[in-house]
């Protein structure tokens, strides 16, 4: 949710309304400094801000004990029936609601444990048992949970660490006196067996095993850019008064060739709606699994055993590490307002986070800054002189004094906020949003932090200061006012970063995939890149690390377009002109010049259309349709052939319910059903698309799965000729086609001749 919740909205928006006309207008003509200057007292403490407090009540980001004891006793109902899975998620969650260093959190992780150790997640077993230690799990359990240590330590093949964790298991029953219940008369049998296991692996080593295929990775070729950080030697940075900033190839490209790698300046995962309740007084706790759940909140990477944060149940990390970097950059100021981010949305969020990651004192030279130039607020590009006067690019926004386009806060700063363009209350919206964040800041004892004049005790708490006048310091007027930029520059400039995240239940015989938004970032240079509605490259990400690519042949001299989401094969050129709107530019690029002045047809009209059952040209009319082609005569009626494309539907449904079933000796229907989708898929997006790709993967899983060598092999070298060019060769999707390809080159010869 990248704006604040509805409610908020409409407060805002009564608010607005309820305004003396004068100060409407003053405040809609208003630069970014004197709207905060105006609006910090139009936040009234009795009304929108009680408003916005009962509002925070529905996100829950705070330690909760009773949903801790809930989340943990459905783990143990799943872990129960077998599901270790989803019982590894829930008592995820169990610990993150119990308070740090509690016998009771030490729980959630050993019991966690054991589901990972049934999921045969050995190395991160091992990991959530070193936890519950450190958090001091129950002595009279403890021998349970270390012989676990030893069987996992045995699967790996660590012999002598193994010896010596039974060594500790004896030593702790020794200590401990004799045992008869059935409980320790069970740990001692296994405690016998492991022994017998680990004597027999020492008398008979596995033999060493051979490097499995011959999968070796590819190494991109790759020379950086001295002018532009993160980007090929193959483009340069350009400006015009029309196009703003963009890249131009300075040299012919290759599809598939590497344009850029970059690190997000910033990124914030977006929730998952079931965070927000729909009323506080509801106690009922979600089950349902979001990307909060599913990935690490500062790098983003996939998350299976997650370390939550000390001070909130919301934020949650894939190690250690990245949770005491993420308190020390930003979430130490963060993880009091957990409810208050949630409540205002993402784009309020982003501009919190850039601003803690940026420091203050660059924050305020640049508002200094702005402040001189009220042009420069509004248009930063009018600063640059004509091409003829500017040889280099020493003279572009963002730039620094050296001609050099970083990856930088000064990089960003200079993203354009459109501030003139957007809508009076939509500004004033934005701007009551960031006066209440900093306003919490400043109640809750925060600005010192915010302002990096203290040196952070890892967890401690913020000390709430006593009630002031509500004026907000000098300080945070000025980070409000840097906030209130980028909230209007994320409307143009923000990225969303995208997975390919399974869909259903994913233990059919084709893992059927679907791109989702994971986050929001800023990426000042790929904000560099224009858009077209049929653009010339492909992104790909990899955690917060963007990856971009030509889709196509790249003359010299030719622009870098990407697209902004409206793309020429899913939609006519109205509903894209309206979709881009919100980027206050009007779409010239060649796809919709092609549409607006000429008679040729948009590809989604095209593909709307039936073509001739004989010669494949477009058919015309109403309800009887006629060959456009004069040659040929064909007639036939509409609901004739819509009726072939209902059946055509249904069967490419039933094709994918027997993939997703995994029938035995079903897979040849199967194949037969996602060969026609394939079709309707290389007409929609094309030959080379990545939708082509995603398509021929499954085929590919399916046909590995069928035993269908020759097939298989022919449709994973297409895929990966495809996927390669928009993914890149250290993609997940690439590798598993390696190895599915090293696989089946593996058989004998015989089956291969026979297949």
């Known amino acids: 949710m990248a704006l604040p919740v509805e409610e908020w909205r409409l407060c805002a928006a009564g608010r607005w309304a309820a305004l003396e006309p004068a100060l409407r207008e003053r405040l809609a003509a208003a630069s970014l400094h004197d709207s905060l200057r105006l609006g910090c007292g139009l936040l009234r403490p009795e009304a929108e801000a009680a408003a916005l407090r009962r509002l925070c009540r529905r996100a829950r980001a705070g330690k909760e004990p009773a949903a801790a004891r809930f989340y943990r006793e459905e783990g143990n109902r799943l872990f129960g029936r077998r599901h270790y899975g989803p019982a590894v998620r829930l008592y995820s ?3 993150s609601h119990e308070l740090p260093g509690s016998p009771e959190v030490s729980v959630c992780f050993a019991n966690r444990s054991a589901a990972l150790f049934h999921l045969g997640r050995f190395e991160v077993c091992l990991e959530d048992i070193a936890r519950a230690e450190s958090h001091g799990y129950p002595d009279r359990l403890l021998p349970k949970v270390l012989l676990r240590k030893a069987e996992c330590l045995l699967c790996l093949g660590r012999l002598q660490d193994a010896a010596d964790a039974l060594s500790v298991v004896e030593n702790k029953i020794a200590m401990d006196g004799i045992m008869t219940s ?19 692996k020492e008398s008979c080593p596995e033999p060493a095993r051979e490097a499995c295929g011959d999968i070796q990775e590819k190494s991109e070729i790759w020379e950086e850019n001295d002018s532009i950080s993160g980007a090929s030697s193959s483009l340069s940075l350009n400006f015009d008064t029309e196009r703003g900033r963009h890249l131009v190839a300075s040299q012919d490209i290759l599809p598939g060739q590497s344009l850029l790698k970059e690190e997000a300046f910033v990124s914030v995962l977006c929730p998952g709606e079931s965070l927000l309740l729909q009323d506080s007084s509801e106690t009922a706790w979600d089950t349902r699994v979001t990307n909060a759940d599913l990935y690490c909140h500062r790098c983003l990477r996939q998350l299976l055993a997650s370390v939550p944060c000390r001070g909130c149940s919301y934020a949650k990390y894939c190690s250690q590490n990245c949770a005491d970097m993420a308190w ?19 784009f309020c969020h982003v501009a919190l986070r850039t601003v803690l990651l940026a420091g203050f004192a660059e924050v305020s030279r640049l508002v200094e800054w702005s402040r001189h130039d009220d042009k420069d607020l509004h248009n930063p590009e009018a600063r640059c002189k004509p091409p003829s006067e500017a040889p280099d690019t020493r003279g572009i926004p963002g730039c620094n004094d050296s001609g050099q386009y970083q990856s930088s806060y000064r990089a960003v700063f200079n993203l354009l906020p459109h501030a ?38 890892k967890w401690s708490k913020p000390k709430t200061r006593e009630k002031t006048s509500g004026e907000l310091s000098p300080e945070l007027k000025i980070m409000a006012e840097a906030m209130l930029r980028h909230v209007l520059q994320l409307q143009c400039n923000a990225q969303a970063i995208t997975v390919m995240q399974e869909s259903g239940s994913g233990d059919g015989a084709v893992v059927n995939k679907k791109p989702v938004r994971l986050a929001t970032a800023f990426f000042p240079v790929l904000s560099l890149l224009n858009h077209s509605c049929c653009p010339n490259i492909s992104v790909s990400f990899s955690g917060t690390a963007a990856t971009v690519r030509a889709s196509q042949p790249i003359p010299s001299g030719q622009e870098i377009f990407h697209c902004y989401g409206p793309h020429r094969c899913r939609m006519r050129v109205a509903e894209r002109q309206q979709l881009l709107s919100q980027y206050f530019f009007e779409c010239r690029c060649q796809a919709c010049l092609d549409e607006l002045e000429s ?11 039936f073509c001739c059952p004989s010669c494949q040209a477009s058919m015309q009319g109403e309800d009887m349709l006629c060959c456009s082609n004069e040659a040929c005569a064909i007639s036939v009626s509409r609901e004739s052939l819509s009726r072939r494309l209902r059946d055509l539907q249904q069967q490419i449904k039933k094709g994918l319910e027997l993939l997703r079933d995994r029938k035995a000796g079903k897979w040849q229907d199967a194949a037969r059903h996602l060969e026609r989708s394939i079709e309707i898929v290389e007409m929609h997006h094309g030959p080379s698309s990545v939708e082509m790709g995603h398509e021929l993967f499954k085929l590919a899983q399916i046909l590995f ?27 997940t999707q690439i590798q598993e086609l390696q190895e599915m390809k090293t696989c089946l080159l593996a058989l004998p010869r015989s089956i291969l001749q026979r297949t």
């Open 93 to 95: 969650q169990a610990a």
């Open 182 to 200: 059935p409980t320790h008369q069970t740990l001692l049998k296994k405690l016998s067996q492991l022994k017998i296991k680990i004597h027999e």
């Open 328 to 346: 020390e950059q930003y979430h130490r100021t963060e993880c009091s307002l957990g409810a208050l981010l949630l409540t205002l949305g993402v």
């Open 420 to 457: 003139e363009k957007h809508s009076p209350e939509h500004k004033f919206l934005c701007m009551l949003s960031v006066v209440a964040i900093c306003k919490q800041l400043q109640e809750a004892g925060l600005e010192a932090a915010v302002l990096n004049q203290e040196s952070s005790e």
């Open 599 to 609: 008679d040729v047809k948009s590809v989604v009209s095209m593909r709307n259309s």
């Open 705 to 731: 799965n069928g035993f269908a060598v020759s097939e298989a092999l022919s449709t994973i070298e297409r895929a990966e000729e495809i996927l390669s060019v928009h993914c890149g060769p250290q993609s």
